[in-house]
C-alpha cells in the first residue's frame, strides 16, 4: 500500500508516528510505503542559518529523538550555544534552539550553501534519523524558499512579520490582517511530491493547521490539481477537539482568513478533493454538509497517546478503504 500525507506541525508529527505504529502492527509481513509532503512555509533563517521547523519536527518524532513535553524540539537537550549568543547580544532571543538542534541546522545550510537542494538535504537528515526503516519517505514540498509572513498593524502601520515571529514570541496575540507566503507563486513542487499523490492508493490529511501548514502546501503550484485528479481516497482528520484546537493557534490563523473554528467549516476548505473526514466525537460533526459525497466519521480524535494516534491513524485508513469500495485492506495491498 502506498500512502501519501500532507503534514506539519506537532499534531501532524504525532499522527504520522501514530499511522507507522499501526502499519507495524497491522501490515507485519509487508511494508507499506509512506511517503510524507512537509510543509516549509514555516521555514526561517537564523544566525545565519536555515531552520525548518516543520520538517525537524516530523524527522525528531519519526525518529524517536523528539521533546515529547514539547512535541518539538530535542529530546535531552541542552542550550550552552544560545546562551553565549545571548551573552553576545545575538538576536533574535525570542526562538529557542539547543544545541542539538544546532547541529541539524548547521548541517542543513553547510549543504544548501553546496548548491544541494532542500530534497536532497532533507533526504540525508531523514536516513540519519532511520525513517527508512519505517517505509516513510520525507519530502519538502518544494526546494524554492519560500516562508510565511503575518501582516498587523503596529504604531498605525500595516507593517509584515515573519509568521514565526509572530506564532512564537507574540503567541498568535497580535491582530492579523492576512498571511503573506513570499515565493508561493513562483515555487514548485519538489521532485517526487506530484507524482506521490498521483500515484498513491491512500491520501492522508493529518490534524495539522489546516492555514498555514496543510493550506501553505495546497498552495504549492501543481498539488491541489493532483488531489482533485488522483483516483486515490483524500481522508483528512480535523484538528479540532471538542471544538477547539489541542494546541497552537489554529482557531486565530482561521479566524483571520474568515473562517469558522469548527470541523465543518475546515472540511470546506479541502471540498473540491476531500472524500472522507474523522472529526472529534464530542463535535457531533456526522451531520456534516457541504457535499453530499463526503463520507464522516465521528471518533475521539486526541492523541493522548502513540497508541492512541495509531488508532486515530487506523480509523482514517478504515474510511480510506469505505470510500474506495474495498471489502478489506488487501484491496489496496500493492
Known sequence: MR??????????????????????ADYPDEQPQVTVIGNTGDDITLFGL?????????????GGGVH????????????????????????????SLGDKDFATHIYRSQLLA?????SSVTAQLAARWGLGDHGVTLLPMTDTPVETHVVVTQGGDQVAIHFQEWWVRHQAALEADRFVVAGLDSATAAPGVLEAIRSAD???????????????????????DALRGTRAPVVGVSPLVGGRPVRGHADVCLRTIGVDTTSEAIAGLYQDFLDGWLVDSEDAMAHLTGSSR???????????????????AGAALALALRVAGA?????LQK
Not at 536555515?50 to 519519526?62: E, K
Not at 480524535?301 to 492512541?308: H, K, R
Open 327 to 331: 471489502p478489506d485492506q488487501t484491496e
Open 68 to 95: 515529547e513535553g514539547q512535541g518539538w524540539g530535542r529530546a535531552d537537550e541542552s542550550h550552552h550555544v544560545a546562551a553565549e549568543l545571548a551573552e553576545l547580544g545575538a538576536t533574535p532571543q525570542w526562538f
Open 202 to 224: 491512500v491520501v492522508l490529511l493529518p490534524p495539522s493547521n489546516p492555514v498555514v501548514s496543510i493550506g501553505i502546501i495546497l498552495g504549492v503550484p501543481g498539488v491541489r
Open 294 to 312: 463526503l463520507a464522516v466519521v465521528a471518533r475521539p480524535l486526541l492523541m493522548s497517546s502513540v497508541a492512541a494516534a495509531a488508532d486515530i
Open 3 to 24: 500512502i501519501t500525507a500532507l503534514a506539519g506541525g506537532v499534531g501532524g508529527a504525532r499522527f504520522l508516528r501514530g499511522l507507522v505504529h499501526h502499519l507495524r
Open 114 to 118: 553546496r548548491g544541494m537542494p532542500l
Open 50 to 62: 536555515r531552520v525548518c521547523p516543520d520538517l525537524d519536527t516530523i524527522l525528531y518524532t519519526l
